[in-house]
């Protein structure tokens, strides 16, 4: 009910007003002699009054308990008075006339997923950008041994089968081992290295693995892809539980082999600053065309391979161009992040966002170490059938890579 002098709500039990100290006379419901019915029941858990054969009070639909003595299950009307005094609202509804609608506590499931992929996609921006400003001379993150190394070994095998470096990083916050590793088929029938890993959170707060650490495998300088890994001995849920400190976890991740020669697996702190774990398997092909200690000295490059016209997902006419990516930098590189690149048709630019079968997106987002080659696929959507601009820029220093006209030919 509310005031008859000031118009705040009050509970029904009121007899002065808390603000204005006006004295509350509440009336006696007729054929009721028990003024207990204001509260929904009376002491000996008696019905309250009888609806239907009394005449209601002002404002009778508040809320109000009824039921047990206790005063449980709580009774709601079906909407709030639409006759409050100055557009006031009763705590716990919304506006005067609409439904009444519980608060829910909680966020679905959904919006949880969406703010850890978000989180995901976030981290492994900042680790590239971060990776981009790292200095030369900086402690060796590449992985295998080099030849140096390989000449001081005391057994110094002709063909190793493994090298393993295992730690912490500085602040002793996590440390990664080396468990096991297989080879198995993916869903669509590529090979794939499912490693085990054992990491240890020393931290002072709990955390997940994906948010602590950053783990990669390369083959030929290329990082190998595991996001789109489907078996079922890898569960990519576990690299998202959090586990307390002091507790040693065991997960498992796979990443796509590009063929079969030599997989370096490195494993960082998040930010990639801090090597916990280095490990080169033997997949007996060798070390491929990958060639680290080139002695030549090259600058990174791009340059057109190969242009074609496809189609979307949705009908609509796309254009795909295979980049043909050189990383001459002493450190790791990801096109997605290091080059900025743009087709213009008529002076407006091409739609990037495309879903086409011709168009693997997965090298424009996989790192790339030193002296390593990557052909990155791109696709446009194209607003006509006249000539095109291509455009590509470094991200940091806006130097130009490539600046090219293409005609668009059926």
């Known amino acids: 009910m509310l005031c008859p002098k000031c118009g705040v709500f009050l509970l029904n039990s009121a007899t002065v007003c808390d603000k204005c100290g006006a004295i509350i ?181 709990e955390t997940s693995f994906t948010f602590a650490c950053t783990d990669k495998v390369f083959q030929n300088g290329i990082e190998c892809s595991s996001l789109t890994v489907l078996l079922d001995d890898v569960d990519t849920q576990k690299e998202f539980l959090d586990i307390k400190p002091g507790t040693t976890y065991n997960l498992k991740v796979g990443y796509i082999l590009q063929d079969k020669t030599n997989a370096h697996v490195e494993v960082t702190d998040l930010m990639g600053k801090k090597m916990l774990m280095q490990k080169t398997i033997d997949l007996g092909g060798g070390e491929g065309t990958w060639e680290e200690n080139s002695k030549v000295p090259a600058e990174t490059s791009v340059r057109i391979r190969d242009s074609f016209l496809s189609k979307g997902h949705d009908g609509k006419t796309v254009l795909v161009i295979k980049y043909e990516v050189y990383n001459g930098e002493d450190h790791e590189i990801t096109f997605s992040v290091q080059f900025e690149d743009k087709v213009f048709q008529n002076g407006v630019e091409c739609s990037s966002f495309v879903f086409s079968d011709d168009v693997d997106a997965t090298p424009a987002i996989s790192s790339i170490k030193r002296g390593a080659t990557i052909i990155v696929e791109e696709g446009y959507e194209l607003q006509d059938m006249s000539d095109v601009e291509v455009e590509v820029k470094e991200s940091f220093t806006d130097k130009v890579f490539v600046s090219q006209k293409l005609r668009v030919e059926k």
């Open 25 to 205: 006379d509440i009336p006696k419901p007729e054929g009721e002699g028990n003024s207990n019915a204001l509260y929904g029941t009376d002491p000996v858990g008696t019905p309250a009054r009888n609806r239907q054969n009394t005449s209601p009070r002002q404002y009778d639909d508040v809320p109000v308990f009824q039921g047990d003595s206790q005063g449980l299950n709580r009774r709601f009307p079906d909407s709030v008075p639409t006759d409050l005094p100055n557009g006031q609202r009763i705590p716990g509804y919304g506006l005067p006339g609409q439904p009444y609608k519980p608060s829910k506590k909680g966020m679905s499931a959904f919006t949880k997923v969406f703010l850890i992929l978000v989180a995901v996609v976030v981290g492994v921006l900042a680790v590239a950008g971060a990776m981009n400003r790292n200095k030369k001379g900086q402690t060796n993150t590449d992985s295998g041994p080099t030849p140096d190394q390989a000449d001081n070994s005391p057994q110094n095998p002709p063909a190793p089968t493994d090298t393993t470096t295992e730690g912490s990083d500085e602040s002793g916050e996590y440390t990664v081992k080396y468990v096991s590793h297989s080879i198995e088929k993916n869903y669509d029938g590529k090979d794939v290295l499912v490693i085990e890993y054992a990491w240890t959170n020393n931290s002072q707060k």
